[in-house]
């Protein structure tokens, strides 16, 4: 297990050059510092007792492992594991964890217990609304299930502390190491924009309706040229934030 503090401290020895060579100018592929870290994919039922909504695409999760790889000096195992959360041991594993769905997810006590906890000792969870065909559901003007899910219910249920907040194009999170002029980009669905999940002034989750999964996908046939690039930067930047803050 490689905790985000270890992380941080890994970090801190490299100094700047572990971090991507577009915030620091760096025109070589970054060196890599090290041991390897694991990416992570959160497993859990969905409305209409669905238990395979959360697995769609891992090639879009391997597609954003490449290009972190790619545009940082973070060692990110290319290998797509999967942490169920009815198991706090299995969550532990991972420092940040990858949670989709298109349905509305259903947790029971014990697993909003496991998440808290996870949050608690640090781990970082981005949890992000997959739109397109909306589980089997048909296409609707309020096709965000899953993002209204998790803002309305599920975050103040799970950390009735902390304040989930929609995070102005500033925010560190959309500069950390590719400069997103217009804040969080969008790739389809209602565009609530990312909102971040602040317990006592850190982010400790971060919550996106636009799909960006879809983008690292394959964004550029689904959504437009240049769309997948895009959604992929963003998607390392998540990571870079969530990782370092």
Not at 4 to 19: E, V
Not at 99 to 126: C, I, Q, S, W
Not at 199 to 219: E, F, K, M, Q, Y
Request: charged share 20%; glycine share 12%.
């Amino acid at each position: 297990m490689i905790s985000r503090k270890l992380f941080l401290q890994m970090l801190a020895a490299g100094g700047a050059s572990t971090l991507g060579h577009s915030l620091f100018g760096q025109t070589s592929t970054p060196t890599k510092t090290g041991p390897a870290i694991p990416w992570g994919r959160l497993r859990f039922r969905a409305s209409g007792n669905d238990d395979k909504d959360w697995s769609v695409h891992p090639n879009g999760d391997m597609n954003l492992v490449d290009h972190i790889g790619a545009n940082t000096s973070v060692n990110l195992g290319k290998k797509w594991n999967v942490a169920d959360v009815g198991s706090l041991t299995e969550m532990t594993a991972f420092p940040f964890l990858f949670m989709h769905a298109e349905r509305a997810p259903v947790l029971t006590d014990a697993e909003r217990k496991n998440l808290r906890e996870y949050l608690l000792r640090g781990g970082f969870l981005f949890a992000e609304d997959c739109v397109i065909g909306n589980g089997g559901m048909g296409r609707s003007p309020r096709n965000d299930f899953f993002f209204r899910q998790m803002a309305e219910t599920e975050f103040a249920k799970i950390l009735p502390e902390a304040r989930l907040v929609r995070l102005p194009p500033d925010h560190p999170v959309f500069h950390i190491v590719f400069h997103m002029r217009h804040g969080m980009p969008h790739m389809q669905g209602t565009p609530h924009g990312l909102h971040g999940l602040e317990l006592n002034g850190r982010i400790v989750a971060l919550l996106s309706p636009s799909d960006l999964h879809c983008g690292w996908t394959n964004g550029d046939r689904w959504f437009g040229a240049g769309e997948n690039q895009i959604a992929l930067q963003m998607g390392t930047n998540i990571y870079a934030y969530a990782m370092t803050q």
